[in-house]
Every structure is written in C-alpha cells, then in structure tokens.
C-alpha cells in the first residue's frame, strides 16, 4: 500500500524541503536590496515580480508540499511517539510563521508600504538557516 512508496515520498519531501527553503533563504535577501530602491522606480518593480514569482511559484507550493508529504510520513511511520518529532514540528510551525510573515511583508512591498529598512532584513535573513539547522539535526541526530 501507501508503505511501499514510503522512499519516494520521503524523497519528495526532501525536494520540497529544498525548494522552500532556498525561496525562504532567498526572499529577505531580495527585501534586503528592494528596501534601498526608491518606491515607483524600475527598479522597485522589478523586485516586486521577482519576489512576488518567488513566493506565489515556489516558496508557497514548496511548503504545502513538505507539510503534507511529512505528515503522510509521520501517520505511514507511526511516529507520534518521537520526543524529536515533536520538537522539529515546532520548529517547522516557526518557519510556517516566519513564512506567513515574509508573505505579509511582500506585500507590504507590493504597495510601497514598507517601512523597514535593509538591516533589518539582513537580519532576518538568518533566521530561515537557524531553523533549518536546528531541524535537520533532530532529523538526522535525534537526540532524544
């Protein structure tokens, strides 16, 4: 049944995995460079389709799919009862929110709304590869 394609289903969620966080890795660092553009210029347009692209082809489908292709993992393995289960899902729910927040921030760009400025994107920029460590270690390492 389903167990069979377990392999591939953990090989597209790795694909997934990938995808979503090179967008998530990607997305501050274009804010970083669109945030010292003057709004209305060729320049400031250019950025909003390239993050507007990046968000609506890639980084969101990539995270549907890692949620549903993990999850499908999860219920086929029966791990439930795996302490590092439960501390990557919190970790991934803290990207989920860093994700939600990079959507409402592209749009805030999207209507020369923002007011940040690239600082704080630079800043921000890090917090998708923090995650990503801490969730590949409970992955690969489960400590406990």
Not at 29 to 42: C, E
Not at 67 to 76: K, N, Y
Not at 111 to 133: C, G, Q, S, W
Request: glycine residues 4%; hydrophobic residues 55%.
């Amino acid at each position: 049944m389903i167990a069979d394609y377990y392999p591939w289903i953990k090989a597209l969620h790795v694909i997934a995995v990938i995808a979503w966080m090179a967008g998530m890795l990607y997305l501050p660092r274009l804010f970083v460079y669109h945030a010292d553009t003057q709004n209305g210029s060729q320049q400031s347009e250019t950025f909003k389709v390239m993050e507007r692209r990046l968000l609506k082809a890639i980084i969101n489908p990539a995270m549907i799919a890692t949620w549903v292709l993990g999850l499908i993992m999860v219920v086929v393995g029966d791990l439930w009862d795996q302490k590092w289960l439960w501390a990557k899902l919190v970790l991934v729910l803290v990207l989920s929110g860093l994700h939600g927040m990079f959507s409402r921030w592209q749009r805030d760009f999207d209507h020369d709304r923002n007011t940040r400025p690239a600082k704080f994107y630079r800043l921000i920029n890090e917090v998708p590869t923090v995650l990503m460590i801490g969730i590949v270690v409970l992955v690969i390492v489960k400590p406990f």
